[in-house]
């Protein structure tokens, strides 16, 4: 065999150049100083910026949301708690088209499979709500299809046991848990809470896989105690709605406040809604008419331009006022009342609801001392309560009044008012001639109550026997009158405004009054919006609604009846003037 001489070869006998060699090395050197400047870039230099890409692609932080404080009423029972309600969300790339599995989700959730799809339409997206705040049983369900891409997250959800009767006092949170309307609104800050977070490692599946940092607890909301008594609330409203269900009304109102103390005991409104389910709900149904709606106080307001002539020292209850003939005209305009009640006291005056007598009396008073009497009693000036939405009202500035102006503001014309506005103004009748603060929560039993000023105890004394009188035989009023209990209180009708004038045959109709009227404990205001069942007055369409409220009210707080006999109620209703 001939041996090969691979020495022999040409290729293998050339020179190879030096710089060739030298070069490579080279190279392979600078790579690996890259490679290592690359490498200190990221460790070092760099740091930073690479761990937050990371923490971008993978890193999350969950919120760990806090349970919304309760809402109590003045007994202890519950107004609005919060539960526990899942919501089910999903990532739509990982999500297993199974339509077996998908027909069960849409079926659990209770939404067509063509909304279902079209939430999980887009692939791109990394996060979708699929449906905010299910029932845990339904959500137990939804995991047991162990459906790759669909995850859930825990929540809360409002719960309202008293439903629609305390719907306006209580309102309601959102999906978010912040507070939108009524007490949930107003105390949102303290019932909210504050929400807790934590850091995960999230894999490409949605999953949790690490823990990165300290975890942040969240801060359970407080619980408030309301001044509402539930079973109060509750029996006002059914009693206002059958009112105006019975008298084929628009909307009713009733706030029932305690005299001595300014707390609310019951503010109910119909129609109403359920805050559980805010389906369809229009404004008109959400609107807290006893706080936002203001009206023409109308007859309600003669006592108060009787209290201020008494303070005044113009009048005394058995001042004459002549009425005759039923009718007084004050420039181009006529001013009347229903019958002509000829001489009366300042007592028939209110018994009997006469405009021409409350005219008289408002004639003998400045305007400055009506306007300064209206602002110290609340009107013009909105109310000084924790809610959302309270209406002002309008009284004119003194100065700018006409004559006919400060005729008509003596029987409730020419100013407006809420019916909360209305019922708080009368606190100082029943409170010795104080205003006294009006609160929605419920006050320490050793809470000194100041009030402000207005009549003395005396006159405050004079103008509830004239209420008393006004609500018993020969009053407008005698339908108010309960069994067991002393009644004292004024009706009111109004014709409503349309433009710049009166609606013939719309009418509002009110009752505002307190019992027992020696030593009132409660202050009661009804009102009826455009009654159109053959009547309209306030004396028969509010003053019966008044009676039954009062009646449970004091019972159920345990006042002693103060008289013995049934109510007088004639069979013929005293109408009032307008």
């Known amino acids: 065999m001939r041996d090969i001489r691979y020495t022999s070869s040409p290729l293998l006998a050339s020179k190879t ?36 890409q990371g923490e971008v692609r993978f890193a999350r932080t969950l919120d760990m949301p806090a349970s919304r404080g309760r809402i109590f009423d003045r007994n202890g029972l519950l107004l609005a708690s919060s539960v526990v309600a899942p919501s089910i969300w999903a990532i739509p790339e990982d999500v297993e088209r199974d339509p077996a599995k998908l027909q069960q989700l849409a079926k659990l959730l209770g939404m067509p499979m063509a909304d279902l799809n079209k939430k999980l339409a887009d692939e791109d997206k990394t996060f979708v709500w699929i449906k905010r705040q299910v029932d845990e049983p339904i959500a137990k369900q939804i995991a047991e299809l162990k459906i790759p891409g669909i995850h859930q997250r825990r929540e809360y959800k409002r719960k309202y046991p008293e439903g629609e009767a305390a719907a306006h006092v209580v309102g309601f949170a959102n999906v978010e848990n912040h507070g939108q309307e009524g007490a949930e609104l107003s105390f949102d800050k303290e019932l909210a809470g504050k929400p807790g977070s934590r850091r995960v490692i999230k894999d490409r599946l949605g999953r949790a896989v690490e823990a990165v940092g300290d975890e942040v607890p969240p801060v359970d909301g407080k619980d408030i105690q309301l001044s509402i008594d539930s079973k109060v609330q509750f029996f006002a409203y059914q009693k206002l709605r059958d009112s105006v269900l019975a008298h084929k009304a628009k909307s009713g109102s009733v706030v029932v406040l305690d005299a001595q103390t300014g707390e609310v005991l019951a503010l109910a409104n119909y129609p109403s809604y359920s805050p559980d389910n805010r389906k369809n709900l229009s404004g008109a149904q959400l609107r807290n008419i006893a706080l936002t709606d203001t009206f023409e106080p109308g007859s309600t307001m003669k006592p108060i331009t009787v209290g201020i002539a008494l303070e005044a020292g113009r009048v005394t209850p058995q001042t004459m006022v002549n009425t005759s003939p039923g009718s007084y005209q004050l420039d181009r305009f006529t001013i009347r009342d229903t019958h002509n009640y000829g001489n009366l006291t300042v007592e028939g005056v209110i018994q009997k609801s006469s ?13 400055q001392e009506m306007w300064e009497t209206y602002s110290a009693l609340g009107y013009g000036r909105k109310p000084d309560l924790a809610f959302p939405g309270a209406a002002t009202g309008r009284v004119r500035y003194w100065k700018n009044w ?16 809420s019916l909360f506005q209305m019922v708080h103004s009368y606190t100082a009748f029943s409170h010795g001639g104080e205003v006294i603060p009006a609160t929605l929560l419920k006050l320490d039993s050793n809470t000194p109550i100041q009030g402000v000023k207005v009549f003395s105890d005396k006159n405050a004394r004079a103008i509830r026997k004239m209420l008393a009188m006004a609500a018993g035989p020969g009053g407008t009023g005698q339908r108010a009158q309960t069994v067991g209990y002393s009644v004292g209180g004024k009706s009111g009708t109004a014709r409503k405004q349309v433009g710049k004038g009166y609606a013939s045959n719309r009418y509002r109709a009110w009752f505002t009054g307190m019992a027992p009227i020696e030593s ?10 455009e009654p159109s ?31 013995a006999v049934k109510p007088a109620i004639v069979a013929e209703q005293v109408q009032e003037s307008f």
């Open 402 to 417: 006409k004559p006919v102006e400060q005729a008509t503001m003596s029987y409730g014309y020419g100013l407006s008012a």
């Open 355 to 367: 405009n021409v007598g409350a005219l008289k009396i408002a004639q003998k008073l400045r305007p």
């Open 533 to 563: 069942n053959g009547t309209y007055y306030g004396g028969t369409v509010a003053a019966p609604v008044f009676s039954e409220v009062v009646q449970q009210t004091l019972r159920i707080m345990g006042v002693q009846p103060d008289v």
């Open 520 to 529: 009132p404990r409660l202050i009661v205001g009804v009102m009826i919006d």
């Open 17 to 52: 150049p030096v710089w060739r060699s030298k070069f490579i090395v080279a190279m392979l050197a600078l790579a690996f100083i890259v490679l290592i400047g690359r490498a200190a870039y990221v460790q070092v230099f760099g740091n930073a910026f690479f761990q937050r």
